[in-house]
């Protein structure tokens, strides 16, 4: 009968001990990477549709564009990051060069002109928040 006191005894300490590793601690966990996503569509007369604002995924800013600039429209999106559009047309032919990923309006637009070719000019530009 004390063994089994004593057993018991022990155990409820061990158990409480072990609890108290369970605790959580004082100090604050880091907030999980945000992504926020953006989205620009566009076709091949000049038409531009860029998101303003946040997206929680890319399928949502993708679907905000495409709402606005029709089934017609190519699009591409991006996360924590600004992305931008540019036309060239020359004729009966009209270059479309895009960009996505970089950390300024300046540099993705920069890249958009520079795959449109010499001549073209930005539509569209989008930048998200939150560049971590």
Do not use: E
């Amino acid at each position: 009968m004390i063994a089994r006191k004593t057993l018991a005894t022990l155990g409820i300490a061990t158990a409480i001990a072990g609890g108290a590793a369970l605790v959580p601690s004082a100090v604050p966990q880091a907030d999980a990477y945000t992504y926020n996503w953006g989205a620009i569509a566009y076709d091949y007369n000049g038409r531009v549709v860029v998101t303003r604002g946040d997206y929680s995924s890319s399928n949502a800013a993708v679907r905000a564009v495409k709402s606005r600039c029709g089934s017609h429209c190519g699009q591409f999106s991006f996360y924590n990051s600004c992305g931008a559009v540019a036309y060239k047309f020359t004729g009966s032919r009209t270059r479309v060069g895009t960009a996505r990923g970089y950390a300024t309006r300046a540099a993705a637009s920069n890249a958009a002109r520079s795959q449109a070719g010499y001549g073209s000019y930005v539509r569209g530009w989008s930048c998200t928040t939150r560049y971590n």
